[in-house]
């Protein structure tokens, strides 16, 4: 059966937005990914026909830039993307990198760069893990140290940084206070373009998502304005990470369903086309009982997800319940994909093939923003 895809939070204005996501992502983003996958990155000119369009920092407020709208407009967003396994463009990462300069910037921070990133001029990205460092964020080595004329200066990696190799905007969380661990973390604003002894690896080369750009990024002595600091106030930047979790585990728990949904589309529609032994695949009695194992489980997931993004937009998701519709959603996926690809048999593990590329894509959402293993900490703490 097909699934229902109405959505609790959704209204007429919402739904004429998916109209238009869906067509943004049929014109302008499907027929480019197979090269985009070829090349690592979709490139800037994607990033500005969005902007163009008004599919960037959807939520953010028109006073900056952005289209005024809230959660839900990305939600539509990173649903029809997911759907499809286009993974390109990271607009989760930019969304998120919009959010701390929304609740934590100076207006003059707000002013400067969210109406750039709301156009695509500016890609963003957050530049916080480094190698040997993984999820321990107090125990990171970049520093930034006054210069003698008050400005700051850089020096460190990091690593495994999405939209790093297109990042016009990079958010570096680096020690501003080596001796102090929490209180110690700032968070510095980097322009790239032009930025002395900034530099970017190759893109690096995923098992999956292979059309989003990730990179090491390197700072070797990068000079910043003394106005640089997130906020205007050096130390607070393990506090301003923490602040904005929320947001970030529920995007990634809104893509693990979405995707979910297109891989049990695909298999379904594959499972009653596909014939074995005389008869669809669909009217054997294994994969229709999988088939309705599968749908059982999103239809159950997409109520707790839709729950939360309610919440969310009502002001009131605490980060436990977020991280449980990570853990939840990103785990489920992993199973929900893996036996959605077994009804294909040998063509589920072709790259060519839709449920191919959303199984290899599935695996990292149980380890970006948080692994599940840190999910199951958070909750655990808030018992």
């Known amino acids: 059966m097909p699934l229902d895809l109405s959505r609790s939070w959704s209204d007429a204005d919402l739904d ?151 990042a016009g905007l990079v958010l570096v969380v680096c020690k501003t206070d080596p001796e102090q661990r929490a209180k110690g973390t700032s968070i510095l604003l980097v322009e790239t373009e032009g930025a002395k002894g900034y530099s970017v690896g190759k893109v690096l080369r995923k098992i999956g998502m292979k059309a989003q750009d990730t990179s090491e990024l390197f700072f070797d002595g990068v000079e910043v304005h003394a106005d640089s600091v997130l906020g205007g106030v050096e130390g607070k930047g393990f506090f301003q990470l923490m602040s904005d979790l929320p947001y970030e585990r529920l995007l990634i728990a809104v893509l693990a369903a979405a995707g979910m949904e297109g891989a049990y589309e695909a298999a379904l529609a594959y499972a009653r086309e596909r014939k074995v032994f005389g008869q669809p695949i669909a009217e054997m009695q294994n994969a229709r009982f999988k088939l309705a194992e599968v749908a059982t489980q999103i239809m159950v997931g997409r109520a707790f997800v839709d729950q939360c993004i309610e919440k969310y937009v009502a002001g ?10 990570k853990l939840w959603a990103s785990e489920t996926q992993g199973r929900v994909v893996d036996e959605c690809l077994q009804l294909f048999g040998g063509y589920g593990y072709m790259e060519e093939y839709l449920i191919g590329r959303m199984y290899v894509d599935a695996r990292v959402q149980r380890i970006y923003g948080g692994t599940s293993e840190i999910m199951k900490e958070v909750i655990a703490r808030s018992l």
């Open 16 to 166: 004429t937005w998916r109209d238009s996501v869906r067509r943004f992502v049929a014109d302008e983003v499907e027929p480019g990914d197979a090269q985009a996958r070829e090349d690592g990155h979709v490139g800037h000119a994607l990033w500005r026909r969005a902007g163009e369009l008004g599919m960037l920092c959807t939520d953010i407020p028109d006073t900056w830039g952005g289209m005024g709208g809230d959660f839900r407009h990305e939600a539509v967003f990173v649903e029809e993307m997911s759907r499809r396994a286009l993974s390109g463009m990271n607009t989760s990462v930019h969304s998120i990198v919009a959010h701390y300069l929304l609740n934590h910037g100076t207006d003059e921070q707000k002013a400067r760069y969210l109406p750039r990133m709301a156009s695509g001029e500016l890609v963003g990205a957050i530049a916080m893990s480094e190698p040997g460092t993984g999820s321990d964020l107090q125990s990171i080595r970049t520093q930034a140290r006054r210069t003698a004329d008050g400005r700051w200066r850089i020096d460190g990696a990091k690593t495994f940084i999405s939209n790093g190799y297109l």
């Open 316 to 325: 009131n998701l605490d980060t436990a319940t977020a991280s449980m519709a």
